[in-house]
Structure formats: C-alpha cells, structure tokens
C-alpha cells in the first residue's frame, strides 16, 4: 500500500473513532431531551414575542442577564425559536452542533501542534470524549445553555486566530474575541489570555497595542450602565481563604470529578484540582526550562483561561457553597483549561522535555485520572438524564396546565409563578413549545400515561421536522 493510501486510511479511522462520543451525545439529547421551558428560557419569551410583533430593539437584546450580556446568544437563540417554534429540544441538538464545531477547531490546534503521525492521532483518542463528556448533563438537557457552548467556541476560535502571524488573522482573531465578550462575561477573560499569547509569541508592539484598544473598548461597551446582581463578593478571598480556595480547586477538578447529587463527591473535585493545578505549574515550568514556551504558547494561555475560568466563579459564586463549584453547569466553562492541561501533558511526553516529575509517570497518571474521571461522568450523566426526563415530563404537563396549576408546581418552572402565567399565555396564544400541535397531544398522552422511551425520541425528531416545515411554509407559502 502507497503512502498516501496509508495516510488516507490512518485519517478515515481516526475519524471514524471520533462519531462514537459525538453519537453518544447525540442520543443522549434525543432520549433524555424535552421541549419545555424551563428557568431562564422564560426571559426569552418576551423577547419572541417582541420580535414576531416587529418591537424588538437592540437594547432587548443586549441586556443583562444576571451579570451576562449575551447579545449574540439571544440572536442566535432567537433566529431556532423562530425557525422551529420555540422548540427548545431543537436548541439542545444546536449545542450538540457548536460542540461538533468546537471538537473541529481543537483538532486543527492538535493537528498544528502535532501533525498527524498515527501516534499524534492515537493520543487525541481522549480529545473527543471529553468535548462530548456527558458530565455536562446540565448543559446538554438545557437548550438555554447554547450559550455556554457558543461562547466557548468563541474563545477557542479567537486564540486559534490570534496564534497566526498574518494579520488578516489577527483581526479574525479580534472579532471572535468581541463576540465572546458579549457572549458570557466569562468571554472577557479572553482579552488577558490572549495578551499571554501575545507575549509569549513575542509579536511585537503593534500586535500588544491593537489587542488592548479592542480589549478596552469591549470592556467599556460591556460595563456601561452595567449593574452588580447580588452581593458584592470582591473581598470573598479576603474574607473565606480557606473555603474560596476550596471552590477554585473544586472547580478546576470539576469536569473529571462527580457532581453534587451524591453527598461528598466534591472532595474528589477538591483533589482533583490540586493535582491539575500542581501539574499545570510543572508542566509549564518545564516548558520555560526548556525554551519551549514561544513554540506552545497557544495551550499555555487556553490553560491560563481555564484557571482564570475557575478564579471568577470562586469569587463570583463563592458565597453560595463549595457544593456548587461542581455542578454541570461549569463544566463547560472549564472545558477548554482541562483540554489545554492534558495537550501539554502530551508535549512534554512527546518531546521528552526534562521535568520535576518523570513525564512518562505523569502522563500515565494523567491517562488514567481522565479514563475514570469520562467514565464517571458517563455514569453521573445517565442518571441524571433519567431524573431530569422525569422532572421535565412533569413540568411540560404543569405548563399545559398553567391556568390551574398551582403556584408551588408553576414555581418549578421559574421563580415566579406570576410570571410564568403571563409568558405561559403568550406560548398559548402563538401556538409554539408544549402548545404546538402535535407536541400537544403528545404531551398529553405522556401525562396521563406516563414516559415511553421510543415515543419520545420518535417525538422529539418529528415534532422538530414538524416545526422546521411549518416554519418554511410561512416564508415560502407557495
């Protein structure tokens, strides 16, 4: 066999190892998956509203929310709630899209880093797995948290751009980064750790001065008439050493830890992300013995992200208990340090770069933290995924019940069960979620019979080919 079909053939199997997280994942949304609202999706219905009625503004949509603008987040959200008659199970599977995207661009890092020996794509195996880790449970059941997704995509493609040397990419680079700053405030943190990258590259002045300007004026545009939600926590370090560095190291450990659903799992968390966080300094200390920083300065700032991912949910989050730091939620958020943390394991393996530790002794314990911690997660987010259908089951069947629902059932669905009422009757009226016909009916069956596993995937696909036709029918009548 001629090299070039060994290649071929080495690239179709790589490819080929990489569906199995992705479908995994896939059919994860679609058995688990319910088309409610739920939470923070009730902040979108006004906004639907708003915007069939042709009032949206652009203040609408660059809000706040908590302490997030999310500007592109609601146009993105807005643009499938139209399209699909707020199906928020069709926004689930367009999380599942931008993680399918954000697996892509870390592969192209990979590939840059590493080429695409048999060797280099036989230790990118783990890469997939956890992109697709079902330890985002939260995440992945909940169409709102697109968000998340989008804005991790955002940071990763700004860096990826940002580490070019033309300038065309630079200005790429720029635009991806001021779209993830009113994307999450997390998105901020983009700005210093592409600054890192700056430095360690060594681009030069002009490169410095262009990236600060556009910082400074997306961080001015993102605080004006900006309001703090909650108590102040700057101090929270100050003030609770101890139990604030027990949330940044939880934190970190989270996306390879357990969640807070069983009782004291968040000290596997805890040490978890000791042993990250030591690694991490060993690696990058090696790194800078050897000369090797300018080369990999790329993972060096997406790993100074995800530690400065875990700092402001320390001290913004802090106050509400170590418990939290590990909750599916962030796990996204913190994707992209613990993606970085094992590629420079997986340098300095390669490289044989001298360390205070034997690379091969670290790199094997690495190895093997990440095939429990993946495994773990499985487990946590089947589970879950059973638990929150059956949750989900029952809110669906609250909401199409909403004008004689009780306020101890609405409040399930949002804080304030006036609210929901109010933005349960605009569903209502434009026929769209649990009111879309067909969805209906279904979810009515499912209340007075209980859960079919098959009827509801099967309900989930066609109820989202349902509203994609009945959505091209009203812009192409004919």
Request: proline share 4%; glycine share 8%.
């Amino acid at each position: 066999m001629a090299n070039g079909d060994r290649d071929t053939v080495r690239l179709l199997y790589f490819f080929a190892s990489m569906v199995p997280p992705a479908l995994i994942a896939l059919f994860y949304i679609g058995g688990f998956g319910r088309t409610v609202i739920f939470w923070d999706e009730w902040r979108m219905v006004g906004l639907y509203e708003k915007m069939e009625t042709g009032v949206l503004t652009f203040g609408d949509l660059f809000a706040q929310l908590n302490e997030h603008r999310l500007l592109f987040p609601r146009m993105i959200l807005l643009g499938i709630e139209h399209l699909t008659q707020f199906n928020t199970t069709a926004e689930m599977y367009c999380s599942w899209a931008v993680m399918c995207a954000i697996l892509g661009v870390a592969f192209l890092m990979w590939r840059d880093t590493f080429g695409t020996s048999g060797r280099s794509l036989l230790y990118f195996l783990p890469v997939p797995w956890l992109v697709f880790s079902l330890r985002q449970w939260e995440n992945l059941l909940f169409g709102f948290q697109l968000v998340y997704y989008f804005f991790v995509l955002t940071v990763i493609l700004a860096l990826y751009f940002l580490n070019r040397t033309d300038r065309v990419s630079g200005a790429i680079a720029i635009a991806f980064a001021g779209i993830a700053s009113f994307s999450n405030l997390l998105g901020l943190l983009v700005w210093p750790a592409g600054l890192l990258l700056i430095v360690l590259n060594k681009k030069g002045k002009a490169w410095i001065s262009a990236w600060i300007s556009a910082a400074l004026v997306c961080i001015v545009l993102y605080f004006y008439g900006w309001q703090r939600v909650g108590q102040p926590r700057v101090l929270y370090f100050a003030e609770r050493p101890l139990d604030a560095a027990a949330y940044f190291t939880a934190a970190l450990g989270s996306p390879l830890g357990m969640g807070p659903w069983v009782s004291g799992l968040f000290l596997l968390s805890v040490v978890l992300g000791v042993f990250i966080g030591i690694a991490s300094i060993v690696l990058v200390v090696s790194l800078a013995r050897s000369r090797r920083i300018p080369r990999h300065a790329l993972w060096i700032s997406l790993l100074a992200f995800g530690f400065g991912a875990a700092l402001v949910l320390a001290a913004g989050r802090g106050g509400y208990g170590v418990d939290q730091a590990v909750s599916s939620r962030y796990v996204t958020y913190l994707l992209p340090g613990i993606l970085a943390f094992y590629v420079l394991c997986c340098i300095c393996h390669q490289e044989k770069v001298p360390q205070l530790i034997p690379e091969s002794l670290l790199f094997r314990g690495v190895v093997i933290v990440l095939i429990l911690g993946l495994s773990a997660g499985m487990i946590e987010g089947v589970v879950m995924g059973y638990k929150i259908r059956q949750e989900r089951d029952e809110m669906s069947c609250v909401l199409l019940d909403y004008r004689n629902a009780d306020d101890t059932h609405l409040a399930r669905l949002y804080l304030s069960p006036s609210y929901v009422r109010q933005n349960a009757a605009i569903l209502e009226r434009y026929r769209i979620n649990v009111f879309f016909p067909g969805e209906e009916a279904a979810i009515r069956r499912t209340c007075e019979s209980g859960s079919d596993p098959e009827e509801d995937f099967n309900r989930n696909v066609i109820g989202f080919r349902d509203r994609v036709n009945s959505s091209i029918h009203r812009l192409f009548p004919g």
